[in-house]
């Protein structure tokens, strides 16, 4: 495909201002959803051969996901889009005053390969409601998952409007080569400095959705065995390989052992006595990320889990007890089935571990003592938080 041809067309296109009318923005959307609801077996098929990703998982997390944000956006486009009047200064008195929403123009997506419906179409939805144009490059690492988004799309859009561009490294270099209007990016932290530096060539302005060492911190009041439940429910939703999920829990040593004897059970609960023979449970991406995982196990005192296949790219839910902060498994975002706890008896050290990272990008904290619970909301900056749960 000619990548700069096609840009230069989409440029055109938006300048003819038709994406800017109101009902044309809506009606894409419409057409967006039935062309979703008639592919979704489909897309579930590809999700599960990308990474055996359950039916339910490739509802919750990604077409359910996608078809409620759709539905948003179709009843508050009108709202979203209507121009605010606003108190004029006083220099310019008597006047009137309006913010007036509009499009940037036309849109680069760079989408992930942990949830690679939901975070091509999403941003696509947004990109579409603002009256943009817009190109998709999903991952070339979930190959059946691309092909059934590039299908869909090619189905209901003219590639003027609305196109996916298949392929690897090398597309997204001659990608980011392009002028563009708006880039949308979810991913990893050293690509994501990738993406800033070839917008900052243009000025172009950015969405960078990347992930980070994530803490989860267990203070000895808390309900120990909901959030048990809740910590096995959020960790290995998608094999771990999600960018909001706890990467490291820190513990108050009183309460540890009851912590993982709850743990254990949840975990068998979820996925049975052994998880590689649960069709819940999804498996590492490729063996280049089995093998950096498979590493961050090596030589550490494992309280569960621990075995891996890397024939069927299996790596068990696996807990870690207190890993070295120099440690491999706590260097970098995890983004698998492994989960580190740190125990911990003042509360000092606390920030002593959470300070040694940078900024996350999810914060969860398990507390009934709402002054302990609000002082760490207050104190660390981060992108979410969420208080038991």
């Not at 944000?69 to 209507?82: G, H, P, Q, R, V």
């Not at 096995?232 to 490291?248: E, R, S």
């Amino acid at each position: 495909m000619d990548i700069p041809k096609l840009v230069a067309n989409q440029k055109k296109y938006f300048l003819q201002q038709e994406t800017k009318n109101l009902s044309f923005r809506k009606n894409a959307l419409k057409t967006l959803k039935n062309a979703i609801l008639n592919h979704e077996s489909k897309i579930k098929q590809a999700l599960f051969s990308d990474f055996k990703k359950s039916e339910f998982e490739s509802y919750a997390t990604e077409i359910g996901v996608v078809l409620a944000e759709l539905d948003l956006a179709i009843s508050k486009l009108n709202s979203w889009a209507k121009p605010k009047t606003v108190l004029p200064s006083m220099l310019n008195f008597p006047s009137w005053s309006k913010i007036y929403k509009e499009p940037y123009g036309t849109v680069l997506i760079i989408s992930p390969w942990n949830y690679p419906f939901q975070l091509a179409i999403s941003p696509l939805i947004g990109a579409i409601a603002a009256g943009n144009t817009a190109i998709i490059k999903p991952s070339e690492l979930t190959p059946n998952t691309s092909k059934v988004v590039k299908k869909i799309i090619e189905s209901v859009f003219d590639k003027n409007y609305i196109a996916t561009i298949e392929g690897g490294v090398e597309v997204s270099k001659e990608l980011l080569e392009q002028r563009w209007d708006y880039i949308f990016f979810t991913g990893s932290v050293p690509v994501g400095k990738i993406i800033a530096q070839a917008a900052a060539k243009n000025l172009t302005p950015v969405t960078l959705e990347l992930g980070g060492k994530s803490p989860c911190i267990i203070q000895h009041s808390a309900n120990i065995k909901l959030a048990a439940k809740r910590l096995v429910w959020g960790k290995f939703l998608n094999g771990g390989q999600t960018c909001i999920a706890p990467d490291y829990i820190l513990i108050d040593e009183k309460v540890k052992n009851d912590f993982v004897n709850y743990f254990t059970v949840e975990l068998e609960k979820a996925y049975g006595k052994n998880p590689q023979n649960s069709t819940d449970f999804p498996r590492i991406i490729n063996q280049k990320n089995f093998e950096r995982l498979s590493r961050m196990i090596d030589n550490q005192d494992i309280l569960f889990g621990g075995d891996t296949n890397v024939a069927d790219l299996y790596i068990a839910p696996t807990l870690i007890n207190n890993p070295s902060l120099e440690s491999e498994v706590m260097q970098d975002e995890i983004f698998g089935p492994i989960l580190p706890i740190i125990s911990y008896k003042d509360e000092k050290e606390i920030d002593t571990t959470i300070s040694n990272f940078e900024k996350p990008l999810a914060f969860y904290v398990f507390s009934n003592r709402n002054a302990f619970a609000k002082e760490l909301i207050q104190k660390y900056s981060f992108g979410g938080g969420v208080i038991n749960d």
